[in-house]
């Protein structure tokens, strides 16, 4: 081998794709261990340091950030840590969607790191290695969709047949292996009558005794009854299981498919038939009679969904719970006296935090974020100049004397390494320096001292005068125009335009003895940003 390598220490990646998983499944040799092999056979070929070897775990996922492994690999190529990297093929760095892969190639690229591979060695500065690398992951990314689409095929085959696909079975169940191939379900022997429970509270005949979805919550919370896993019972989690089909022997597939967004992901609820539902191969736990007659009452008793972008709360979205943190919603009155007031609660069930009466603590809002205004004018308008003139001369007097300052340090810069010149040409004597050096060094302290003073009030200035001109004007329109619009989504987006957010917290109650309003608001404003 004629191609020289650049000196310095290199390191090995190691990832495992899941036709070798299958192939170990089926008694081949382990992958890594026979890959191992490969990357020291190729350090010994090229007579290169392979000093450390990165393995990522077999369950690593499609995108990068999923792979540990593969992010510390990253950052210290970034690092330029590595003059090179071993894999047995550059398929094994990228192989999920077009931005992991440009990412990887840009790792590389720009920090000059070498990929070295059995069959090709992959030079970042060679624009013919460049093509040639990103062709490749761009091939392996038409193979990766390619076995994405057969694998997906073989799951909506499988539904269809009646086996369970979930990793993870649902509350009354254990997932059993099928003899061959996938899993199905069987009735567990301590959940399954949890499950048979819940159907019978929620559906029985006796309209005093039925139970709705929070007390049914509060009813298993109190018998010390745990959740799938572990935790409490919440109204959503009685509904998944009123709502699942698979309690009556079906199994579906598709209702709440992964989505990917930029930075997140989610689970919406497909429309029904957009699913796939049969009946599955395991037994039922409930009757198909009782179960539909679950529904009639979820479907009876439950809320209408808001119209889509409608706000009948002015504090949506602003007012957190200052114990959980969670939002505080509206619970307008629904009983026959009308007149009783609306309540702001937290959403969170069983959070400690106490309502209050909505008009209360929009009251409260108001007047603390009048408080919080006089006292900010105070601080930025005391005492200032009355006129915007004064103001831009203000501002433009700071400006010159920091570009004095400036100059000034420049100079004595210049100053010192003219000293260094003279006394290497035997001009000044060794006493001489470090005197002149000594007064130079003096000067430039208190040069930058007055330059970090200087810019301190230049920017106290333009916060003033930001706040002079746009935060404060802002706020007193909002306090100006809040009462005089009744459209509660107008008044939603003034106080968003002001406020970050405001956290509401209240320990007790008391309507009766006056505790009400012994609530604490804290606002954040939305203030100027550092210039």
Known sequence: MNYKLPEGEYSGYLRKSRVDIEAEARGEEDTYARHERILLDLAKRYGINLTKIYREKPVSGEKID?????????????????????????????????????????????????????MRVYNPNNPDDEEYFEFGLF????????????????????????????????????????????????????????????????????????????????????????????????VATVNGILRNPVYIGRVRWGSRPLQKRRDSKSRPRKPREQWLEVMGMHPPIIDEAQYNLAQQYMNENGHPPAPAGKISNPLASIVKCGICGAAVVLRPYRGKNKTTPSTLMCSTQYCKNVSSYYHLVEERLLESLKEWLSTYKAQWMGKRPKTMKNDDLKLKLHQDMLKRLQNKLHELNEQKKEAFNLVERKVYTTEIFLERSQIIAQEIKETTDAIQQTEDELQTEFKRQTAKVETIPKIEHVLDVYHRTENAAVKNELLKSILEKVTYRKDTGGRWNGGMDKFTLVLYPKLPKEN
Do not use: C
Request: aromatic share 8%; net charge positive; no cysteine.
């Open 139 to 234: 091939m392996s990314r038409r193979e990766f969709k390619t076995i994405t689409r057969r694998l997906q095929g073989g799951r909506i085959d499988g539904v269809k047949e009646g086996r369970y696909l979930g990793n993870k079975p649902p509350y009354g169940y254990s997932r059993v292996k099928l003899p061959g191939k996938g899993y199905t379900l069987e009735p567990h022997p301590d959940q399954a009558p949890i499950v048979q429970l819940i159907y019978s509270l929620y559906t029985d005949q006796d309209p005093e005794k039925r139970l709705g979805t929070a007390r049914l919550a509060a009813y298993l919370n109190d018998k010390q009854i745990v959740t799938q896993r572990n935790s409490s019972w919440t």
């Open 66 to 118: 999923e792979r540990p492994e593969m992010m510390k690999l990253l950052e210290d190529v970034e690092d330029q840590h590595w003059k090179g990297v071993l894999v047995v093929e550059v398929e094994r760095l990228a192989r999920g969607d077009t931005k992991d892969q440009g990412i990887v190639a840009q790792a590389f690229k720009y920090s000059e790191t070498t990929i070295v591979t059995p």
